[in-house]
């Protein structure tokens, strides 16, 4: 049996000297570690509210944007408008009146709405012309107008359900897709050149 080494007291009082500066060395690594945990949350916080200041920022740039193109939209309209409702021709079709902003819905079968806002509408005693006006003009807008608003205003307004439609768009900007899709579909091309309304409809089609 081995037997057991018996210390001796300088050798005790080295080896708790040897254990007391250990554990120094690892009660300042744990204060470091602190310190750096403290500054990692520190900076945290510091980024988050950077972040918060980048949304807000973002927020308020979108939110500028989409008024521009509200209001460039709205001044659009107004001139479409009164260019029509000078002449209250489209497409050589004569019209009585030219109306602006109609909205209305009508309650479905599944409980939902169908809704229908219509910035241009003009009427006679047997046709209607309905010109949307967009900021910037895409494909699909075109496309949408042609096959299913027109759909959606004679199942919101019934009484004009067998009316001949004429359709036409207007915008501040036409991309050549979208030009080309009107014309193909028989859209009238709204376009404002300076304080001038330029229209093409030579094409138009019947709905």
């Known amino acids: 049996m081995e037997e057991k080494k018996l210390w001796t007291f300088e050798e005790f009082m080295a080896a708790m000297r040897e254990n007391g500066e250990k554990i120094t060395e690892i009660e300042k690594m744990q204060k470091e570690n602190a310190q750096e945990l403290a500054e990692m949350r520190e900076q945290q916080k510091e980024s988050a ?34 260019s029509l409702n000078e002449t209250k021709t489209l497409g050589g079709v004569h019209f009585d009146f030219v109306e602006k902003n109609w909205k209305s819905s009508i309650s479905l079968e599944n409980g939902k709405t169908l809704d229908g806002e219509y910035d241009i509408v003009l009427i006679n005693k047997d046709s209607m012309g309905i010109v949307e006006v967009k900021f910037k003009v895409s494909r699909k807008d075109v496309e949408n107008l042609a096959k299913k608003q027109v759909e959606s205003f004679k199942r919101i307004f019934p009484n004009y359900a067998k009316y001949k439609f004429y359709l036409g768009i207007g915008s501040m900007s036409f991309n050549k897709q979208a030009e080309d899709e009107a014309k193909k579909l028989g859209v009238a091309i ?4 300076g304080d001038a309304v330029e229209i093409y409809d030579k094409n138009l089609k019947v709905y």
Do not use: C, I, P, Q
């Open 190 to 193: 709204f376009k404002l050149n």
């Open 49 to 82: 509210k950077k972040l918060d200041k980048l949304g807000e920022y973002v927020y308020a740039v979108n939110t500028s944007v989409e008024g521009m193109k509200k209001s460039s939209g709205e001044v659009a309209e107004e001139y479409f408008f009164n």
